[in-house]
């Protein structure tokens, strides 16, 4: 049976992979070996990437440990109004693209980007859209396809996701079609946006190609709470990233739908804020199910 592949995103180890060095890239590697995963995906940030001449090793090291590199995650920022700043974004995905190829993944990122206030709905997809398909021929290049997330917020973006919601999320997908382009479906992110997970997903199933495995919570309040402080920058504080299979996502309906889609691509787990044992918790209930569902 062709079965998903499981790989682990280090989110509770962004700021010392990205901000302040406090973990290097070698031990995440070492650490997400000890998971029993497939690969671990990449975030373009990690300070260890920021040197071209680095990539080959970082993929041969995560190779020693059995792990491939299939996902590169990005967060490009495509909507805004200036167009030379927009054009910049291009270029970054594009040298994302790159980094993708060398670290020997299949799937890069993108995004729409931030819901700036001055920007109207037609104008951001229009950006979106020019934007994307200004990177496919470069992807189509190197093998890579792009992969577009209903997102909730960049760590590091000041404004939310400007595709944040679904109906603007599927009018985008829709405009592009391109067998180097799909959807990397956030059930987790569809409830920040006070939606069904699982109506997102009857939407966009045909073009799902890769997944983030999740589960969230709110510490205290409600969704409207939330959209009360989204403007503030990174995460609100009252939203929480929880153990998979404990939190608002029904696994079991999701992986049924997957599964009579025939999908058999990468999942990458998204957790272990509460400690790397809580992740290792995350990894085994996703391995069940994947067993389950994929028998």
């Not at 951001?124 to 398909?133: P, R």
């Not at 679904?166 to 920040?192: A, M």
């Not at 079991?252 to 997957?258: A, C, K, R, S």
Request: with cysteine; aromatic share 10%; hydrophobic share 35%.
């Amino acid at each position: 049976m062709n079965r998903p592949k499981l790989a682990a995103f280090p989110k509770a180890y962004m700021d010392a992979l990205c901000v302040d060095n406090s973990m290097s890239l070698q031990e995440w590697i070492e650490l997400g070996a000890r998971l029993g995963v497939d690969g671990l995906e990449f975030y373009s940030g990690f300070l260890a990437l920021q040197e071209p001449k680095n990539w080959p090793h970082y993929k041969a090291l995560a190779a020693e440990h059995g792990l491939s590199i299939p996902m590169l995650c990005c967060s490009p920022d495509f909507t805004h109004p200036d167009p030379d700043f927009r054009a910049a974004e291009v270029e970054n995905e594009k040298y994302w693209i790159e980094m993708t190829a060398a670290l020997g993944g299949s799937y890069c990122r993108v995004l729409s980007g931030q819901a700036r206030p001055e920007v109207s709905r037609e104008e951001g997809i229009q950006f979106t859209v020019e934007a994307i398909e200004a990177c496919l021929p470069l992807a189509k290049r190197h093998g890579i396809t792009l992969i577009i997330e209903n997102h909730y917020k960049d760590n590091y973006w000041t404004y939310p996701e400007f595709a944040q919601m679904s109906d603007v999320f599927c009018d985008l997908v829709g405009r592009i079609e391109d067998p180097n382009f799909g959807v990397n479906y956030d059930p987790s992110n569809t409830i920040l946006a006070g939606e069904d997970p699982i109506e997102l997903l009857e939407k966009v199933k045909e073009r799902v190609v890769t997944m983030h495995a999740s589960d969230r919570y709110l510490a205290h309040g409600t969704i409207e709470d939330l959209r009360k402080v989204e403007n503030s920058k990174g995460y609100a504080a009252l939203l929480r990233h929880g153990e998979i299979g404990k939190g608002l996502n029904d696994y079991d309906q999701i992986f049924t739908i997957l599964k009579q889609q025939n999908f058999n691509g990468w999942i990458s787990i998204e957790d272990g804020v509460d400690g790397f044992d809580q992740l290792q918790r995350s990894t085994n209930f996703l391995k069940k199910k994947i067993s389950e569902h994929w028998s």
